[in-house]
């Protein structure tokens, strides 16, 4: 079991090209300062929660804890189908949880169509210094992100296990007040009544089905988040037969959701 945090990330760098891209991604100017820009728009602007670069490293963290779980099951999606091995596979899931909510530099609205266009150049520069010896291996691997930033959004299908994790883990940073339902800050409502109330998220694998997230709350508000953060993300992302999702409050299981 593992609480999904900032520092999760840095547990799943053992893979060389997953650890020089991450080093890349947190080092690159245009990428940090897209994420900052996003905020500034956010949460400055719009009064939102955090969009910026701490989610993009609790995201990317709790991806990869994901996507390992459910590679202990079934086949990465684009190792099955030929595209790449599974250390490239982590790079496709790194680079869409790290990326996926750049386009809110642009706007808030449509900001997963944003993303695939911002990120298109970011990701022709940076899979090249992964990839000096092989072009078409980094342009198989940027479609695969591309497809993983545009699907994180809740009405889009996700055709991969790799984008099914991203999806997942976008939603699970959602502890102290980091829903992911933008919410405005200061205003008392369900939206933020419900985030603040949730302490802890939690992925570990599953007796019923690969990953299994917990999600802690000090009152029952938090099941709004579960019900309209999780189980909305994980019914399109493709995987939501290997996931599962239980609510605690104060300890107590209040909720089991297996969403079919």
Do not use: W
């Amino acid at each position: 079991m593992v609480v999904v945090s900032s520092n999760l990330v840095y547990s799943h760098l053992e893979e060389p090209k997953v650890e020089k891209m991450f080093r890349l991604l947190e080092n690159d100017l245009e990428v940090q300062s897209c994420l900052r820009m996003a905020n500034v728009m956010a949460v400055k602007r719009m009064m939102y929660n955090d969009h910026g670069p701490v989610h993009s490293r609790i995201a990317s963290g709790s991806a990869l804890e994901i996507f390992d779980l459910l590679t202990k099951k079934v086949t990465p999606t684009t190792v099955e189908n030929g595209v790449c091995s599974v250390e490239d596979a982590k790079v496709i899931v790194l680079c869409g949880a790290y990326l996926h909510d750049v386009g809110n530099v642009v706007h808030r609205v449509d900001h997963h169509i944003h993303g695939c266009v911002i990120a298109n150049p970011i990701l022709d520069r940076l899979l090249k210094k992964v990839y000096p010896e092989d072009s078409a291996l980094s342009i198989k691997l940027k479609s695969e992100i591309l497809h993983s930033i545009f699907s994180h959004d809740e009405e889009v299908e996700c055709l991969s296990v790799e984008a099914g994790a991203v999806k997942v883990a976008d939603g699970t940073d959602m502890a102290g007040g980091r829903a992911r339902i933008p919410y405005r800050t200061g205003k008392v409502d369900i939206h933020s009544l419900s985030a603040l109330s949730i302490t802890k998220v939690e992925v570990e694998r599953g007796d019923r089905k690969p990953v299994q997230i917990l999600v802690s709350m000090d009152n029952s508000a938090g099941v709004f988040q579960v019900e309209q953060v999780l189980e909305r993300k994980i019914r399109t992302s493709g995987i939501q037969d290997l996931v599962e999702v239980i609510a605690l409050e104060k300890g107590i299981q209040i909720r089991r959701t297996e969403t079919p």
